[in-house]
């Protein structure tokens, strides 16, 4: 496909075209388009332009895979939140070698030195939450996954799972509460 003669074309229609057809072409011309801001994205996080480069293409590897599961309404807001997962997770897999310019320890000043206890408990935070969104209920976890992590409304949840609006409601609340508590009950017993 000669991607020039599909500039008319909006995110939204190629996105379409391909859920009707399940052409990956369509998707050759949409990803394109989001090269530069992914770049910007990964380089934001990662501080590595090689790095950044090879992030991206695995995105739209990641982005096909995803793409042909689920049904994205609002593709730009959730390609971002793919990257930044992607990146969040590259970092995290550095053992814990999370760039200072992404921790909350900027705020303090340049004074202070990061210390490492601080950046091990930042990972062990993420390990715990991991173990605890696996025992929730199942309809929690779904639900907290679809909408936190996957940013979709309530009405998506609702039209995904076939839970009520009320039902996907209180499974995200109660769920969050649930998170909540397992967390501090894991972090006052290490």
Same mark, same amino acid.
């Given at each position: 496909?000669?991607?020039?003669?599909?500039?008319?074309?909006?995110?939204?229609?190629?996105? %379409?075209?391909f859920?009707?057809?399940?052409?990956?072409?369509?998707?050759g011309?949409l990803?394109?388009?989001y090269?530069?801001?992914?770049l910007?994205?990964?380089?934001?996080?990662?501080?590595? %332009?090689?790095?950044a480069?090879?992030?991206?293409?695995q995105?739209?590897?990641?982005?096909?895979? %995803?793409?042909?599961?689920?049904?994205?309404?609002?593709?730009?807001s959730?390609?971002?939140?793919?990257?930044?997962?992607?990146?969040?997770?590259?970092i995290?897999?550095?053992?814990?070698?999370?760039?200072?310019?992404?921790?909350e320890?900027?705020?303090?000043?340049?004074?202070?030195?990061?210390?490492?206890?601080?950046?091990?408990q930042?990972?062990?935070?993420?390990?715990?939450?991991n173990?605890?969104?696996?025992?929730l209920?199942?309809?929690q976890q779904?639900?907290?996954?679809l909408?936190?992590?996957?940013?979709?409304?309530?009405?998506?949840?609702? %039209?995904?799972?076939?839970?009520?609006?009320?039902?996907?409601?209180?499974?995200?609340?109660?769920?969050?509460r649930?998170?909540?508590?397992?967390?501090?009950?894991?972090?006052?017993?290490k």
């Open positions: 496909m000669n991607i020039d003669k599909y500039t008319h074309i909006s995110d939204q229609e190629l996105l %379409e075209n859920y009707t057809t399940h052409d990956v072409e369509w998707l011309i990803l394109p388009r090269t530069l801001l992914l910007g994205v990964c380089m934001k996080y990662l501080k590595n %332009e090689e790095e480069k090879d992030s991206v293409q995105i739209f590897l990641k982005v096909i895979t %995803e793409l042909k599961k689920y049904k994205v309404e609002y593709f730009k959730w390609l971002y939140m793919v990257a930044k997962n992607h990146c969040l997770m590259k995290r897999d550095n053992h814990g070698k999370i760039p200072l310019e992404l921790t320890r900027n705020m303090r000043g340049a004074e202070e030195p990061p210390d490492k206890r601080s950046l091990v930042d990972d062990e935070t993420i390990e715990f939450m173990e605890a969104l696996k025992e209920s199942p309809e779904q639900c907290v996954t909408f936190y992590l996957e940013k979709k409304s309530y009405q998506q949840i609702s %039209e995904e799972t076939g839970f009520t609006m009320m039902q996907v409601k209180s499974y995200i609340q109660n769920g969050k649930n998170l909540k508590l397992m967390i501090e009950k894991k972090l006052k017993k």
